[in-house]
């Protein structure tokens, strides 16, 4: 009998053969015995099923050992056979045969007598022995060791399979069985039964689910087409720029290019963003005719048909074409597939959401069906996950992880649950010839802070994300993760078949990691900076699905319902107009009017409210201009530049935008008006600022105000500035008082004598140093040379033997005020400070300790506190109080003048700049670079791919040339490191084939 509850099929099979056993070296006599093999079998279709059907299968297995001595019959030639034995060798074949047509082998018992039974099933890993009543546990490993002992010397001396005719169609048995545990057995196996379809009855299915396909990825199309509704999405633009510059970089014969000059001042298109899908979308625009946008259409189309197949591909194994077309469809409409699709327009997620149901297909026939061909498809299409978003790729990984692991806890499948984690692991190896110098400074080099902001953006309240009314009132850029899908994965929790329950827990799992609550435990794990949880829904998506596909036991019309209830929940988010944004009709008359004018580069100051349109429009379309901004800066070299810029147009420093837009080659600026009134500024001093660095205002627009200076047509840089700002919040005073270069070091002993004799005035605010006696000889002397030294003492580090900051001698003590600061007294001056900000109405701060010569402090309860002055150098000046913070967030005049004074600077005190015509060539992968003398900034963007003979170096991210002459050839940067890891992972996934198509193998 079997133990615990048990619904399906229960067949008996007598089976009478005869066998001998080895005693003491001598075999006993041969004898006879009717075997009673009891199957418990479960059916995994819906419908009426023939049982006669499982009869004949078993006694088509079973029955070539009929009436024969089994000791002759391999496998048990080599094996005694014993009933442990035979019931192990019969569960196995039995289950894989069984498996090919939809039914699942439970459990076997045989016996010899009704006194002795010996059951086998999949989840126990010791045998059970029924004696009457009574169930005794048997170790079985004395017993498994024998059997894979006696395969492997089975298999060097195989004999081909014996070939048997009949009038039923033959299939191969399972190569797992037919290769490695019974190579001669005489068999016949049933690949079509009755109520499984012919080839030809599934591919006409198959063909009747891609028509519908078909026709609805033309519909929507059109749709889309007709009602001008494309593109849509706040990325979109950006990812059509990027296919189309490969497209023509295509067409010329440059099948991966290295470096364009259209954005960022120069940047390297597909060292950080992936480039799997534009070359599809390059492909798709020279069907389009060279149409970029026409390709976006077709992508969608592609996006529909391609995804949707990858659901019928279920439909064929399953049985289920019907089920799987709806899946198929569905899979597009999906809430949170479509705000990716039209919402963020993101292209390479999208991409991946094409492949996933192709991965997860081949990852389930691998773990649940033991498909060892299957491993090949998965590597196959992990790279291309790696190739398309390699931040996603790791999610899918996670999450792939998380299932298994369930699955392995439910089904005790362990093996093969850790071979393809390793697999996918060990894709992104292989992918290191990409992927190594993506790495170098991408999603590594981000900082913890920006880590757990990006966290806690991307998180969001149940109330927002399991709510589909709030889309019905227009917000369907939300994050919304599907009430349909997360009520329906509770139900599977407690009412689903064990193999559906892994998928349902991960989407459960899941979604709580995209709540906000969640948000301070995800940021404790290590490698935080993968789990922005809501990106992970695609990924669940599909493993939700293949949950419906495998919770078998479900009745027909509970399907319906939960089908009906999954459209209803996507209707809302299918609203396409609303994802359309007009950005582009608005902007488009300011772009063209700025392209007229630009002679070598633009900018537009918009903080991104315009959205990654003008990165198309400027750079796309004729006639194309070069772009300071683009789409996605953090892939830029100079994305601290443009970090700086916006900060100075929000806060209002326009002296600074202005110098550091010329810096940047940019002779045509956009301003958005808007960000004027947000910045507490008024036009006249835009203009002001703007005239201060030979900017003038040309045209005002709806949208904008458009400046230009006059420059040559093509132009260097050349730049003296008086004020160096060395540390980690240095930037601070650079955009009050932009005469300060902005170091490149943070660190003192970096930087060298004649570095730092070149400048005027140095400031000092978040340093470091390797050795503090070397940092503190190198600023005297550099003192004594002339050189103006500050220091900020709020930002100094602290000495590890005092635990104390301290430098010089002077020491940093700390001090709070409420409110505002006290009197400030400076050279014989009396100052009156606004109060602080709301935000910092407890200032904390510190004030200066073994200051010999105070020039300026305050009384502050019976005591002076000294903020500013000096120890045994007079042109070493120490600063408390964190002054320039509060003037600059409080917007206050009298703590600037007092800065000003002590700076002998004004805020309007610009480097001065000087104009060099310069011309630059572009070949094949090269550029030529001349101008009248050396020590140019040549307003390019420094790359780490650029090799040259002549010396090039790099300051504030700009390439500066050094000789009037320059040639400088584009490499592929970490190209033998990449190839390296490549091979590694090569290796890897060899090693690990050998292992899983080892030739010996264990029963279980």
Not at 658 to 679: A, M, P, Q, Y
Request: with cysteine; charged share 15%.
């Amino acid at each position: 009998m079997v133990m615990g509850g048990f619904e399906g099929y229960k067949f008996t099979y007598k089976l009478i053969a005869s066998h001998c056993f080895q005693n003491d070296n001598n075999l006993s006599s041969v004898h006879a015995h009717t075997f009673e093999i009891t199957l418990y079998i479960a059916q995994r279709r819906k419908g009426f099923t023939k049982f006669q059907i499982i009869e004949e299968i078993v006694a088509k297995i079973l029955g070539p050992y009929s009436g024969k001595l089994l000791n002759e019959i391999p496998p048990f030639d080599k094996i005694e056979p014993t009933v442990e034995n035979m019931g192990d060798v019969f569960y196995q074949l039995l289950k894989e045969i069984l498996a090919q047509n939809l039914f699942t082998l439970a459990t076997l018992e045989i016996n010899e007598s009704p006194a002795r039974t010996i059951i086998v099933n999949e989840t126990n890993a010791e045998k059970s022995i029924l004696f009457g009543n009574k169930i005794i546990k048997v170790s079985h490993l004395l017993i498994q060791n024998i059997i894979a002992g006696a395969t492997q010397q089975m298999l060097s001396d195989r004999k081909k399979p014996v070939e048997i005719t009949s009038s039923v169609i033959h299939a191969p048995l399972a190569a797992t069985i037919e290769s490695e545990i019974l190579p001669s057995i005489p068999r016949t196996v049933y690949s079509i039964v009755p109520n499984r379809p012919s080839t030809k009855i599934l591919a006409f299915r198959f063909a009747l689910g891609l028509f519908c396909l078909l026709i609805c990825g033309t519909v929507l199309t059109f749709y889309l087409k007709n009602t001008g509704t494309y593109p849509a999405g706040s990325d979109i633009y950006g990812h059509l720029f990027k296919s189309d510059l490969l497209y023509h970089n295509l067409k010329e014969g440059n099948l991966y290019p290295l470096y364009t000059n259209l954005w960022y001042n120069g940047m390297q298109p597909f060292r950080y963003w992936a480039p799997f899908p534009y070359y599809l979308l390059a492909a798709l625009q020279f069907l389009a005719g060279g149409d970029a946008i026409v390709s976006y259409l077709l992508f969608v189309f592609l996006a529909f048909v391609a995804g949707g197949v990858g659901w019928l591909l279920w439909g064929v194994t399953y049985n289920r074409m019907l089920f799987c077309t709806f899946l198929g469809v569905l899979w597009f409409f999906l809430p949170d597939n479509l705000r990716v699709f039209f919402s963020e327009g993101n292209i390479p997620r999208m991409v991946i959401a094409i492949i996933l149901p192709y991965l997860f297909y081949f990852v389930w026939q691998f773990v649940e069906y033991r498909k060892k061909w299957a491993v090949f498809p998965v590597i196959a299409l992990m790279a291309f996950v790696i190739l398309s978003h390699v931040m996603i790729a790791a999610m899918v990984g996670i999450a792939s992880f998380l299932f298994v692991t369930t699955y392995w806890i439910l089904q005790k499948r362990v093996m093969e649950s850790f071979q393809v984690i390793s697999v996918m692991l060990l894709s992104f190896a292989l992918c290191g010839f990409w992927l190594f110098p993506a790495l170098r400074g991408g999603l590594l080099g981000m900082d913890v802070s920006a880590t757990s902001e990006v966290m806690r953006s991307l998180s969001t309240p149940v109330t927002v994300s399991l709510n589909p009314i709030l889309r019905v009132y227009g917000h369907i850029d939300f994050f919304y993760y599907s009430l349909s899908v997360f009520l329906i994965s509770v139900a599977g929790l407690f009412l689903a078949d064990k193999k559906s329950r892994p998928g349902f827990y991960t989407v459960i799992l899941v979604f709580f990691g995209t709540t906000t609550a969640m948000v301070p435990f995800l940021e404790k794990l290590p490698m935080n900076q993968l789990l922005w949880m809501a990106r992970f829904t695609p990924i669940v998506y599909a493993l939700f699905l293949l949950a419906l596909l495998e919770w078998q036991k479900c009745r027909r019309y509970v399907v319906v319902i939960m089908a009906l209830f999954l459209v209803m929940d996507c209707i809302p988010s299918a609203n396409f107009p609303k994802y359309f944004s007009q950005i582009g009709s608005k902007i488009t008359y300011s772009l063209s009017i700025a392209k007229e004018m630009t002679k070598q580069r633009v900018s537009l100051l918009d903080m991104s409210v315009f959205g990654s349109y003008p990165s198309f429009e400027i750079c796309a379309t004729d006639p194309k201009k070069q772009y300071s901004f683009g789409w996605a800066w953090q892939g830029a070299t100079t994305a601290h530049n443009i970090v700086m810029i916006n900060t100075a147009l929000e806060k209002g420093y326009f002296h600074y935008l202005f110098d550091r837009s010329l810096e940047l080659g940019d002779d045509t600026v956009l301003v958005r008006k808007e960000n004027i009134d947000k910045s507490g500024k008024s036009l006249s001093e835009l203009i002001v600022a703007a005239q201060a660095s030979g900017y003038v205002l040309q045209k005002e627009t709806n949208f904008t105000y458009i400046f230009q200076c006059d420059t040559p047509t093509n132009f260097g840089v050349y730049a003296q500035y008086p004020g160096l700002a060395i540390g980690r919040f240095a930037q601070q005073i650079t955009l009050q008082y932009p005469c300060f270069q902005e170091g490149v070091k943070s660190s003192l002993t970096d930087y060298n004598f004649e570095e730092l004799t070149q400048y005027k005035v140095i400031y000092l605010s978040g340093f470091s140093y390797s050795d503090r006696e070397v940092a503190q000889d190198l600023l005297t002397k550099v003192a004594d040379a002339g050189v103006l030294i500050i220091v900020d003492m709020n930002q100094i580090p602290i000495d590890p033997v005092t635990n104390r900051m301290s430098f010089f001698g002077v020491t940093a003590q700390p001090i709070s005020f409420s409110t505002k600061y006290p009197e400030l007294m400076y050279k014989g001056k009396i100052y009156e400070a606004l109060p602080f900000k709301e935000d910092y109405t407890t200032w904390n701060t510190v004030y200066l300790e073994n200051i010999k010569h105070p020039i300026g402090y305050s009384w502050f309860q019976n005591k002076e506190l000294p903020f500013l002055g000096t120890a045994e150098n007079e042109n070493i000046i120490f600063m408390g109080f964190n002054f320039l913070f509060h003037g600059m967030e409080a917007q206050d005049k009298t703590v600037t003048t007092l800065m000003s004074n002590l700076l002998e600077f004004e805020p309007t005190h610009l480097p001065p700049r000087e104009l060099v015509p310069i011309t630059i060539e572009y070949g094949p992968n090269e550029m030529i670079i001349d101008s009248p003398k050396g020590n140019i900034n040549t307003t390019l963007a420094f790359q780490d791919n650029f090799r040259s003979e002549q010396q090039i170096t790099n300051e504030n991210n700009l390439l500066i040339i050094k000789e009037p002459h320059t040639e400088i050839k584009f490499v592929y940067p970490y190209l033998l490191q990449g190839i390296l890891l490549s091979l590694v992972g090569l290796l890897g996934i060899l090693i690990l084939l050998s292992f899983i198509f080892r030739k010996k193998r264990d029963l279980q």
